[in-house]
């Protein structure tokens, strides 16, 4: 699972649209341009690229800094691009607080193994959640970290973060973060867990972030 990472700026860059995107149509139209570049971005997605520095504002290019990460830049907004899709499928997303609203957001991101990005989602109503729903915020954020660390080679940074990830979820109820099924998530990690606490053999992918209801 380990790959070599994409340097900071163009990781944050690329994360910055991909979620902008699950929401945002200019977003969308700067990833789409990035996953198939074109002579020109449209000017939809310019304003975009260059607010996150990844052309000039009136470039057609990506930044000479970025250049040589072209195809790894493609593959990742062609990742969020399907996280975006899948988060807009929802027919009638159900109204709600914003932890269910960032768990939505987080699940989409989730399926592209967008780990950094459930990250940043999760992290942004983490800062001000209390009680048992802080805990369990932090519990998921501290497996998706695990998950990020796992594809960057970072395995003991993965075994430390999946196991207090996982506590975390133990120590709560399992209504604690709604529409996130908790105890599903307990029980898909195991394997995970016992692997990197074992030095084993990882399992092939992993688990989905599912949703109650």
């Not at 967008?114 to 932090?138: C, D, I, M, S, Y």
Request: aromatic share 4%; with cysteine.
């Amino acid at each position: 699972m380990a790959t070599r990472g994409l340097p900071l700026p163009l990781r944050n860059a690329l994360a910055a649209l991909a979620i902008a995107a699950l929401e945002d149509d200019a977003a969308v139209a700067a990833l789409e341009w990035l996953a198939r570049p074109a002579s020109e971005p449209p000017p939809s997605a310019r304003r975009w690229l260059a607010d996150v520095h990844l052309v000039e504002p009136c470039g057609a290019t990506l930044l000479p800094v970025h250049a040589p990460h072209a195809d790894a830049a493609a593959a990742h907004a062609a990742r969020a691009l399907r996280a975006a899709a899948a988060h807009r499928a929802i027919a009638s997303p159900r109204p709600g607080d914003s932890i269910t609203a960032a768990v939505r957001r987080a699940a989409a991101l989730w399926g592209e193994r967008l780990f950094f990005e459930v990250h940043e989602v999760l992290e942004a109503v983490w800062k001000t959640a209390a009680g048992e729903p802080r805990q369990a915020l932090q519990g998921v954020i501290q497996i998706a970290v695990a998950y990020h660390h796992l594809a960057h080679g970072n395995l003991r940074g993965a075994r430390a973060l999946m196991t207090e990830g996982r506590a975390r979820l133990v120590s709560v109820p399992a209504s604690a973060l709604s529409p996130l099924d908790v105890r599903a998530l307990i029980e898909a990690t195991a394997p995970w867990a016992a692997a990197l606490g074992a030095g084993g053999p990882l399992p092939p992918d992993p688990p989905a972030l599912t949703l109650a209801g």
